[in-house]
């Protein structure tokens, strides 16, 4: 059964830095896509990040890009998201999720987890 | 970016009626279109991707059609596991980009 297990949602203050962790089983990690998905309280899903699988690159949503960051260890079935320079607008339940590959969705997704960024 | 607009945005309705829910482009996506299930606090769950494939173990009364701007979402019969809030998803082009969703609700 796939699995993804998320960590690391906290509150934060403003300009400061956190990092979250996706842990996956029950699939073959490396393969996959690996995407985050935010969605701020009451409002709808936002597109963050992916990292395609097999080394196929990186991509951003224009919010974060040049602030958070995406990464991957296939040795741990784990992906990363890296975020500073948090802004109060960051303020989110962050989603990681999975895609097969070219051609297909997300179809699997993490539980969620909080990120307040409030001074 | 792609600009992604449903209608409605909220939409009344009660146990078998038929629902139908629409997803406009803002410009050619092919059938790069994903539509997603989310009830509150929960994880939004894949329901069609490919505009019209639906996803395995997703009931039959869902079904989606479309192909370059226009797509739809077709519950044929509304069962009470499906008031929920929808939302539409386009894959074509980095970067991706949801509807603003669609939340069905008890008539």
Redo the contacts between chains.
Sequence with gaps: EVHLLQSGGDLVQPGGSLRLSCGGSGFTFSSHDMSWVRQAPGQGLEWVAITVGGGGGFYYGDSVKGRFTVSRDNSRNTLYLQMNSLRVEDTATYYCAKKIGYGYALDSWGQGTLVIVSS | ?IQMTQSPSTLSASVGDRVIITCRASENINT?L?W?Q?KPGK????LI??ASTL?SGVPSGFSGSGSGTDFTLTISSLQPDDFATY?C?Q?NN????????TRVDVK
Excluded: I, M, V
């Excluded at chain 2, 994880?43 to 894949?46: D, F, Q, R, S, V």
């Design positions: 970016d790069w994903a997603y989310q994880a939004p769950k894949l991707y490919k996803e939302f998803q894959y980095y970067p991706w980009t949801f509807g603003q969703g």
